[in-house]
């Protein structure tokens, strides 16, 4: 029988029980004609968000090292304070692209394409006190949702379709509920549970459960045997097909043939003897994630993943231990400090450059990838900094992959920072705690960029962008009155 097309959705989904759904790419020459305009207009429209925290704070030389020293091609003052922007440099050092010892990759990997792609940002504070936090590096504070909640409950984020769930991993999520502000309950614990829920059907216990992208595999076979399908529909049906068929083996492999088969999940490989002194599987157990959640994207499952690993660190320690013997050791120990780069540079490299490169793999209806659609952002519990460089919530580092649809500038080195006042430690000279603008202006034009207004998110308009909470700090007026505005550089 030929497949039926429903010309007022834009996907055809093919439902599997406990109301998981997985979709086909949208495929422009199945639309009726008097459809085609339209849908495309709005597969053009859709935006992506996924982040990625890493715990703890880190030295600006660190983090940003040759970045601190780069001629600016461009010098404004925002917010009663001057700010420089420079191009990403391109230097290429025995197959590397080094900007500093945490950001760098092989140049197989931060391809010109990806850093044409990149921003790093810098001098921008999270307003509230000091210390840990959990929801503070997606906006969220006691009184307010973090922003991939707003987004996951936005019919702006979502027009014309259904509210999709956020992909949440981990204590980076705070939702609004009738009790009050409370951490969002994960999607998964782990790698398969999540492709349980994504890509198979439930049937009844102890028995095997078939498979969805099986399903999905005989759908596409009848699709691609309608004669109206064009051959670029087709390659972009084999495109798909392979990446679950991918996705699907790897879970089944695990992180690492040492571990035990023939079903090997992320819990469990967290779980196995001597894990917390293997970093590189826990950027593997991070790629497994990815696979996932890029293959849900594809599908239109989720258009939101926000992470942030507690139970290891890309590091030789546990959480606690880890931050005691490293985290607070960074700046008397040499050291701990080298050991400290290689953690955050591990993450850097094999979780959010890898997302960026496997979405930017995948093709969408209107010939854009996935990548140029999204954003993908990293995020700092606490401050970048010199004199304590540990707790304190002044200059957050900030690296992003992708325009959200054009609507950012990227391949940028933004430095947010007031030089002229600048210093790391509170003196007579100093008597302020802050460093450049504020996380709340980056939090509300995240928003923007995803296609939501400011008073979709405020109910007075995001005047201190979001949350929209002055608060009681030392920041100035004119800080605060620039920070419902777009950052400087940063829109395209």
């Known amino acids: 029988m030929k497949p039926k097309f429903d010309p007022v959705s834009r996907r055809q989904f093919l439902v599997g029980a406990g109301g998981a759904a997985l979709a086909l790419p949208l495929l422009p020459s199945l639309l009726p004609r008097a459809a085609e305009a339209q849908t495309l207009a709005a597969a053009s429209a859709e935006r992506y968000f996924a982040h990625m925290t890493t715990w703890h704070g880190v030295l600006q030389d660190q983090f940003y090292g040759s970045l601190l020293n780069l001629p600016a091609a461009a010098t404004t003052t925002h917010g009663g304070i001057g700010v420089r922007s420079a191009p990403l440099p391109t230097t290429v050092s025995n197959g590397r692209v080094v900007l500093s010892e945490i950001l760098q990759a092989p140049q197989t990997a931060l391809t010109p394409r990806l850093l044409s792609m990149m921003n790093v940002i810098n001098g921008i504070d999270m307003p ?49 509920t009738s009790s009050g502000i409370v951490q969002t309950q994960e999607t998964a614990d782990s790698n398969v549970k ?60 695990g992180a690492n043939s040492n571990f035990p088969r023939p079903t090997v999940d992320t819990r469990a490989v967290e779980n196995t003897a001597g894990f917390y002194g293997q970093p590189e599987n826990h950027a593997k157990c991070e790629q497994l994630w990815n696979d996932i959640v890029v293959a849900a994207f594809t599908a239109g499952i989720s258009r939101v993943y926000v992470c942030g690993p507690t139970s290891y660190t890309f590091g030789p320690d546990p959480e606690h231990a880890w931050h005691n013997n490293y985290a607070h050791q960074i700046e008397s120990d040499p050291a701990r400090r080298a050991g400290y780069s290689a953690a955050v540079q591990l993450q850097f490299e094999g979780a959010q450059l890898d997302l960026a490169r ?36 002044r200059c957050i580092p900030v690296v992003t992959f992708g325009s959200a649809g054009g609507f950012f500038k990227t391949g940028q080195s933004l430095d947010y920072r007031d030089m002229n006042s600048f210093l790391w ?68």
């Open 128 to 176: 509230g006190g000091q210390g840990h936090n959990r929801g503070g590096t997606l906006g969220g504070d006691a009184a307010n949702p973090t922003i991939d909640q707003v987004l996951a409950a936005s019919s702006k984020f979502y027009p014309g379709g259904a509210l999709q769930p956020a992909i949440v991993r981990n204590l980076v999520s705070l939702s609004k």
């Open 425 to 492: 430690s509170i003196s007579p000279t100093s008597p302020r705690w802050y460093s450049g603008l504020t996380y709340n202006q980056w939090m509300g034009m995240v928003l923007r960029a995803m296609g939501l207004s400011p008073a979709d998110y405020s109910a007075n308009s995001g005047a201190y962008g979001y949350p929209s909470v002055k608060g009681s700090n030392s920041y100035s007026d004119a800080i605060w009155a620039a920070a419902a505005a777009d950052l400087p550089w940063l829109k395209a």
């Open 358 to 393: 496997k979405m930017d793999a995948v093709r969408t209806a209107d010939g854009s990838t996935l990548l140029d659609k999204a954003l993908i952002a990293s995020g700092h519990e606490l401050g970048s900094g010199g004199s304590p460089g540990n707790h304190h919530n």
């Open 194 to 253: 999540l492709f349980d829920r994504l890509f198979k059907t439930t049937t009844t216990p102890n028995t095997t459960q078939p498979v969805l992208v099986d399903s999905v595999r005989e759908h596409a076979a009848l699709v691609k045997a309608d004669p109206r399908c064009s051959t670029d529909c087709r390659n972009r049906l084999d495109e798909y097909l392979t990446m679950l068929s991918e996705v699907q083996g790897k879970v089944q492999q």
